[in-house]
């Protein structure tokens, strides 16, 4: 990891009710109408650490994070099978309402996406009344300063909170999303190539927010970039949907065992860009 940025604010480990929360997955599987994509796929993601999930295009990954906080079930024709536990609670259980699915477990998705014309600090506080969550003006503005210096981004805007988040660059843009994300202060936080649609320079300080973040939330995040899952992750797992069969994962375990010591030839062959 590069030089640490200068503006991290260090912040209490576990906030009142928001310390990281384990996540666990239980034979999930996952269809689109009659295609099935994921099958009885199992995997433990520890509180606090960062869970990188890999494999070619096509495999399930984007959709098995989806159904750890439900949003899956949103997509029409969408289907869902096995259990998703949340520090031990059955995400998927009938007194779960889907505004607590969203507000524990948060989501930042491929490409950048604030509300371009809205500020910067209604950006981060937008969050806050799509999960129903009512604080009062003083709070708010300590949860901006909060948000945006956990999302690295507080030193680059604090003097322009009332522009527009369009007007931020994309790696801006795409950390004032981490920022909206975190304003909930959500116990895990699914990242799904958070920075496929940015440059080197700016893949480089989300990276290094996410490493910021790891101890303080739980991180889940989808990546086609083996270096950056080398970077960010503590343990990964290696999805594969081989000859149309449904995704699974071949092989999970702590970052160093996949990339340095694989046990399955497949992850060996993925991890050393043999294929995918
Ligand atoms: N909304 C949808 N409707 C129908 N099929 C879908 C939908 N989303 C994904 N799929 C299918 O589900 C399978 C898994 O897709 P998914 O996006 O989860 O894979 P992925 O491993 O994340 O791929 P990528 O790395 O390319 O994003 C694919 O066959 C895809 O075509």
């Given at each position: 990891m590069a030089d640490p940025p200068t503006d991290t604010v260090v912040l209490p480990p576990a906030l009142p009710g928001a310390a990281p929360a384990a996540l666990e997955a239980r034979a999930v599987s996952a269809w689109f109408g009659s295609h099935q994509v994921l099958s009885r796929v199992s995997l433990t993601m520890p509180a606090g650490a960062v869970t990188a999930l890999i494999g070619p295009s096509g495999c399930g990954k984007s959709t098995f994070l989806r159904t750890l906080n439900r949003m899956h079930e949103l997509i029409p024709a969408a289907r869902f099978g096995g259990e998703v536990f949340f520090d031990g609670e059955d995400v998927y259980?009938?007194?779960?309402?889907?505004?607590?699915?969203?507000?524990?477990?948060?989501?930042?998705?491929?490409?950048?996406?604030?509300?371009?014309?809205?500020?910067?600090?209604?950006?981060?506080?937008?969050?806050?009344?799509?999960?129903?969550?009512?604080?009062?003006?003083?709070?708010?503005?300590?949860?901006?300063?909060?948000?945006?210096?956990?999302?690295?981004?507080?030193?680059?805007?604090?003097?322009?909170?009332?522009?527009?988040?369009?007007?931020?660059?994309?790696?801006?843009?795409?950390?004032?999303?981490?920022?909206?994300?975190?304003?909930?202060?959500?116990?895990?936080?699914?990242?799904?190539?958070p920075c496929s649609a940015l440059d080197p320079t700016s893949t480089r300080r989300v990276e290094e927010t996410i490493h910021e973040l790891a101890g303080q939330v739980t991180v889940v995040i989808v990546t086609h970039n083996m270096q950056q899952a080398a970077r960010v992750s503590r343990q990964c797992a290696f999805f594969l949907a081989e000859q149309g069969t449904p995704g699974g994962i071949v092989e999970a375990g702590a970052t160093s065992d996949i990339f340095g010591t694989p046990k399955d030839s497949r992850t060996a062959d993925y991890v050393a860009g043999r294929f995918g």
């Open positions: 259980d009938p007194s779960w309402r889907l505004t607590d699915a969203r507000r524990r477990i948060g989501m930042v998705f491929q490409k950048p996406n604030p509300f371009p014309a809205m500020s910067i600090y209604d950006n981060v506080v937008a969050g806050l009344r799509l999960t129903g969550t009512r604080v009062n003006r003083r709070e708010k503005d300590v949860l901006v300063e909060e948000s945006l210096s956990r999302a690295g981004l507080w030193k680059e805007v604090k003097d322009r909170l009332r522009q527009p988040g369009g007007a931020l660059s994309g790696g801006q843009q795409q950390r004032l999303c981490i920022a909206r994300a975190l304003a909930v202060r959500p116990r895990v936080l699914l990242m799904d190539e």
